[in-house]
Each structure stands twice: as structure tokens, then as C-alpha cells.
């Protein structure tokens, strides 16, 4: 058995601590990326990301993905096969689901744009541009992995001058263009500020060549949300395309007799109508001259 699938029962508080720490949870924790430097990367591929071979031998990615409790990694190599060489993947329980070899054809680091840059740890906004993004299932996976690989935490509310970085990837002509812009917000006279971008690096021609993907049914495993998370479905409550939301009340029928209606003189009964109502006979019709 491996060491790592045994049952061990904490001896301190910090080692109870660390076991719930890593015990299925509802809501998953923020996904943490390995960047794992190959045995022949040179230094275009180190400065990118970084003897591991993942498409031939996937145990030892498991093994530390166990043991670093991290879901997401990347893996930079460099050989006369395939020079300047990215290997960008996630697991699942442990085991790796998807796989996508890139190839990088073009690289300009963050240090040779001499521009203003965000401050570390700001979440980005990722645009993705490209019919092949939605059409080829590799490239439909690839833009899953990089939204995996990117997204950051989870927030409940952003304030507006957060947004102030962009991914932008460019599926086209059978290459990736991926490149980094910081958002400026400029005056424009109103209330809504105009919006300019400046490029700042990294910045990455990649190439795609081999994948690995998982099955449909194991894609499909990996989706699966508990029921606890599941919105509880509300009774007699429906929403429109424009997310106006519309109730169904249930009453009792009516009488329309007795509606309350606005009081007008020309519609008062007369005191002969009235005492004719009561007696349960009809009043006398007056004789027209």
C-alpha cells in the first residue's frame, strides 16, 4: 500500500488540524499549481514557467500532487524533439485528468516591457477571442485549463479600480497568442470613466502539440457538485431571459358582485330600487309620455 493511502490518526492538534484541512469539503479550497522544472529546460522555458517525463510516466506528477496538495500544474522541459516545451495539466482525486503539451515559439518576459505593472496577486480578467475556443474540444479543454490555472480565489465583490489586468488569449491560424495588458481608466467627462490598455508582458507565442484528455464520463465525474450545493427549487417562482423573476399566487375565486368599485352618482340605486331589493319585487317601470 502506499504510504500516502494509509489511514493515520493525528497525534497533536496541528497534525488534526492539517488532516481537515485536506478532508472533502463542499466548497474546494483555492486550487495550488505546481511548476515543476524539467531535467533539460533551458532558460527561456525557466523563465517562462518549470527527471520528469508526463506523457510517458504520470506517478511521480501524482505522487507530489498528493503530497503538496496541489490540482493544477506546469511542467517546462527543453530537447532537440521538442525545444521550449510546456506541459500545463490538472488533476483529479489525485490522478492526472487533463494534459496539454504547448510549444513556445516566442516569449517576451515581464522585465524587457519597461511599463508600470499591477501589484502582485491581483486577480485577472480573462478574455478568450477565437472560434476554436467553442468549436475543437482541444482547444475547448485548453480554455477550461487556463481559466483553472488563472481564475485566483473566489470573491463576493470587486470594486471597480480592481480591474486593472487582462489575459488575453488569441486562438488563430493554428497558434495560441497569449499577452498581459494593465487596465488604465482615464477621465471622460462622465460618470463612467474610458478604458485604456497597456501592455506590460509576459507575453507567449504557443504552439499546441500533444494532449491529454480525459474520457467523457470521467469529464463528466469531475463536474459533479453535491447536493448540498444545488439551488433548492422554488415553488410557483420563474425568471425570463432577462432575469426578471415572475411569482404565481394561488386565491380563492371571487365574487365579482361584491367587488368594491369606485362610487359614481349616475350609478346610485334610487330608494324605490332599493326597498323593491329588499321586498324581492321589481320596481314599476315609469310610463313614457
Same mark, same amino acid.
Given at each position: ?36 522544472? !524539467? ?37 517546462? @522541459?527543453?530537447?532537440? $524533439? ?28 515581464? $522585465?524587457? /516591457? ?42 463576493? @465583490? ?21 499577452? @498581459? ?19 506590460? !508582458?509576459?507575453?507567449?507565442?504557443? /504552439? ?26 422554488? $415553488?410557483?417562482?420563474?425568471?425570463? /431571459? ?26 346610485? $340605486? ?10 324581492? /319585487? ?8
Amino acid at each position: 500500500m502506499d504510504p500516502l493511502d494509509r489511514v493515520v490518526k493525528p497525534k497533536t492538534k496541528r497534525a488534526k488540524r492539517f488532516l481537515e484541512k485536506r478532508e472533502p469539503k463542499l466548497k474546494e479550497n483555492t486550487k495550488i499549481a505546481m511548476l515543476i522544472k !524539467g531535467g533539460n529546460a533551458n532558460l527561456r522555458v525557466t523563465e517562462v514557467k518549470n527527471i520528469t517525463r508526463p506523457f510517458e510516466d504520470q506517478t511521480s506528477l501524482e505522487f507530489f500532487s498528493k503530497k503538496s496538495d496541489c490540482s493544477l500544474f506546469l511542467f517546462g @522541459s527543453h530537447n532537440k $524533439k521538442r525545444p521550449n516545451n510546456l506541459v500545463i495539466g490538472r488533476m483529479f482525486d489525485y490522478h492526472v485528468l487533463d494534459m496539454i503539451e504547448l510549444g513556445v515559439e516566442k516569449f517576451v518576459s515581464l $522585465k524587457d /516591457v519597461k511599463n508600470s505593472k499591477c501589484p502582485e496577486g491581483t486577480k485577472p480578467m480573462l478574455i478568450f477571442a477565437g472560434d476554436m475556443f467553442d468549436v475543437n474540444e482541444e482547444y475547448r479543454r485548453l480554455k477550461s485549463l487556463l481559466i483553472d490555472f488563472f481564475r485566483g480565489p473566489t470573491v463576493p @465583490s470587486i470594486r471597480l479600480a480592481g480591474l486593472e489586468y487582462v489575459l488575453h488569449f488569441t486562438a488563430v491560424d493554428g497558434k495560441i497568442y497569449m499577452r @498581459s495588458y494593465k487596465v488604465l481608466l482615464k477621465k471622460s467627462g462622465c460618470k463612467i470613466p474610458r478604458i485604456e490598455l497597456e501592455e506590460m !508582458g509576459p507575453s507567449l507565442d504557443l /504552439v499546441m502539440r500533444r494532449t491529454h484528455l480525459a474520457s467523457d464520463d470521467l469529464y463528466k465525474l469531475s463536474l459533479k457538485q453535491p447536493k448540498a450545493l444545488k439551488p433548492k427549487k422554488k $415553488k410557483n417562482i420563474s425568471h425570463d /431571459v432577462f432575469g426578471t423573476t415572475y411569482g404565481r399566487i394561488h386565491m380563492q375565486k371571487q365574487d365579482l358582485g361584491k367587488l368594491q368599485t369606485r362610487k359614481m352618482k349616475g350609478l346610485k $340605486k334610487r330608494p324605490a330600487e332599493k326597498a323593491a331589493e329588499d321586498s324581492g /319585487v321589481s320596481p314599476k317601470k315609469s310610463k313614457s309620455a
